[in-house]
């Protein structure tokens, strides 16, 4: 009975991750390929030309799905990082510092792309609206999580210190996301609003779920490649990455 | 236990007392930061009127940034904090402890010295006396959260700039609060509200920060 049941922590072992993260990233590779490239074929070709922000618009395809993104893997960061703090597994945290560096990079496509819609559509590059601003305080986030774990040297205390920190930003997001919108709707009237399109057209609707999607396996992808490297760097003097490199050469 | 508490209190406070120097330094540099300002925007009294609760505010944040780094070095330097980790007495009472004596000599001088402040910028009465509410507030708020990003740096290099970058994203909240207070009773809308969120943040931070800051001296001494 007990051989049924999956053994989560068999994989929290770096010498069982790595192979499993070997054999997925091919599938999310390709996964984020298809998903990519049909999303980039509709958001040009297949999506109508919106009446009021003409072809301008279509960037809110990768800006909608990045931004997502930046969100979700900064509390999915927090997770791993909980996750390690609490079962002391080695991988769970490998995984939180391979995730940073991906979300600061969705974060600051976000920001950018959104600057360059915002060129065309507001006629500035940038407002100080609640979203835009705590969009940009989680890209600090993410700076000070990389900062914090690239300044320690011992990986294990960078590891558990990072997990602290991740924490303590996932707790502070809801208030500091408030707290901007609450500064924001007190200095102006909101002179523009992000939010535009409530009663959206199912064919850009679906485009921008299918690129979300794309940039989820994109994500998968590069954190599995990512966490391998990291977990070769750290297990360098262990005997299994020794035998890994004997059957290389 | 809380005598504790005090004992902690009292020892750090005596210590600063000995070095007067380092709490007068933060204190000039709160002070010259807020000069600053109006010789780089223009001597303009509307205009300083208008940025004098956000300018004081900043000045505070950055004052009690720089004041940080101080708060667990020297005992790591001298090996008492891994004294106090072996203590029997909860670490996060030892914190709470530190960060109290460490607010009363960095940010209680502070709050003492931005009225003085808030007149260069001709603030009027209302404002002044919100201005040294919030600050007294938020200052407590700012160690509090501070802490984590000192013991999360502890004996790093570049600990300092380190600090700052991140500390300064978490405690916008106080700012936004703080600054935003004033400038509501200043344009007669009221500041009541801010203040009593700044209060909740306060209260806040005074239960999680403690034991966010000990668990992070665990880690960073081992």
């Known amino acids: 009975m007990s051989s049924r049941i999956v053994n ?41 030309t919106d009446y009021k922000q003409g072809e301008g618009y279509r960037i809110i395809f990768v800006h909608v799905g990045t931004a997502w993104m930046s969100m979700f893997i900064y509390v999915v960061m927090a997770a791993w990082a909980g996750l390690g703090l609490v079962f002391n597994t080695r991988v769970s945290a490998m995984m939180a510092s391979a995730l940073a560096p991906t979300g600061a990079m969705f974060t600051f496509v976000a920001l950018w792309t959104g600057a360059l819609w915002g060129k065309p559509m507001w006629g500035t590059w940038w407002v100080w609206d609640a979203r835009l601003t705590s969009e940009l305080i989680l890209l600090f986030l993410y700076l000070g999580f990389i900062a914090l774990q690239s300044a320690i040297d011992d990986p294990r205390r960078a590891d558990r210190a990072g997990a602290i920190l991740a924490i303590v930003g996932v707790v502070n997001i809801p208030i500091i996301y408030y707290s901007v919108q609450w500064w924001n709707t007190l200095h102006q009237g909101a002179s523009v609003t992000v ?23 994109y994500a998968i992808a590069v954190v599995l490649a990512r966490v391998r490297c990291i977990i070769l760097e750290r297990e360098r003097d262990t005997t299994w990455v020794r035998e890994l490199e004997g059957e290389v050469q | 236990m809380f005598e504790t508490f005090l004992a902690i209190v009292k020892r750090d406070l005596i210590l600063a007392m000995r070095r007067r120097s380092d709490v007068l330094t933060i204190l000039f540099f709160f002070v010259i930061v807020v000069s ?20 004081v505010w900043v000045a505070a944040l950055l004052a009690s940034m720089l004041a940080l780094e101080r708060l667990f070095a020297i005992d790591y330097a001298d090996g008492a904090l891994e004294q106090m980790l072996l203590t029997p007495q909860p670490l996060s009472l030892l914190v709470l402890g530190k960060v109290t004596a460490h607010w009363l000599v960095t940010g209680v001088p502070l709050v003492l010295m931005a009225p003085v402040l808030g007149i260069q910028y001709d603030l009027s009465l209302d404002g002044l006396r919100v201005l040294v ?21 502890l004996g790093l290099r570049g600990g300092g700039v380190l600090v700052s970058l991140l500390v300064l994203p978490l405690t916008i909240p106080v700012l936004i609060f703080g600054a935003g207070a004033v400038e509501a009773t200043v344009s007669g809308l009221g500041g009541e509200g801010h203040i009593s969120m700044l209060a909740a943040i306060l209260v806040m931070a005074l239960f999680f920060a403690p034991l966010a800051a000990a668990a992070a001296l665990r880690v960073s001494v081992e």
Do not use: C, D, H
């Open chain 2, 36 to 55: 600053l300002f109006p010789l780089g925007i223009g001597p303009e009294m509307n205009t300083l009127r208008l940025i004098a609760p956000g300018v």
């Open chain 2, 133 to 153: 509410i919030t600050l007294l507030l938020g200052t407590p708020a700012l160690s509090l959260i501070g802490a984590i990003g000192a013991a999360l740096t």
């Open chain 1, 195 to 217: 939010s535009g399109q409530s009663s959206m057209e199912t064919v850009m609707l679906w485009t921008m779920l299918i690129m979300t999607f794309g940039f989820w396996f």
């Open chain 1, 8 to 48: 989560w922590f068999k994989f929290s072992s770096p010498a069982t991750f790595y192979p499993l993260a070997g054999r997925l990233i091919p599938w999310f590779t390709a996964a984020a390929v298809i998903t990519l490239g049909v999303g980039l074929y509709m958001s040009f070709f297949v999506a109508p």
